[in-house]
């Protein structure tokens, strides 16, 4: 059984920093294409960034180019998010989410599973 939980959210002033985690059980994580995603009050969800498989190619939203930084620690099965220079429009709640890298791989549509998500608040 798939199951992926999210930690890491909270509210913090604009212009600081939060690491997002989330712990990935019950299948073979390196087999796996990983993102995060988030999704606003009254806003549809996005693609926040994403890391394939193994961690050979990455994507960045543009609005999130190098501020934010996606990594994994396969041997723990966790995917990070590093989220820096922190913005009030960042504030969303925040999901992680597993596929089998099919399509467009970072798009969320091809995402099968998903964690419950963390909300992220960041005040101006």
């Known amino acids: 059984q798939v199951q992926l939980v999210e930690s890491g959210g909270g509210s913090v002033q604009a212009g600081g920093s939060l690491r997002l985690s989330c712990a990935a059980s019950g299948y073979t994580y390196s087999k796996y294409c990983m993102g995060w995603f988030r999704q606003a009050p009254g806003k549809e969800r996005e693609e926040v960034a994403a890391i394939y498989r193994s961690g050979g190619r990455t994507y960045y939203a543009d609005s999130v180019k190098g501020r934010f930084t996606i990594s994994q620690d396969i041997a723990k099965n966790t995917l990070y998010l590093q989220m820096n220079s922190l913005k009030s429009e960042d504030t969303a709640m925040y999901y992680c989410?597993?596929?089998?890298?099919?399509?467009?791989?970072?798009?969320?549509?091809?995402?099968?599973?998903w964690g419950q998500g963390t909300q992220v608040t960041v005040s101006s």
């Open positions: 989410a597993a596929s089998g890298c099919g399509g467009t791989w970072y798009v969320g549509s091809n995402f099968n599973y």
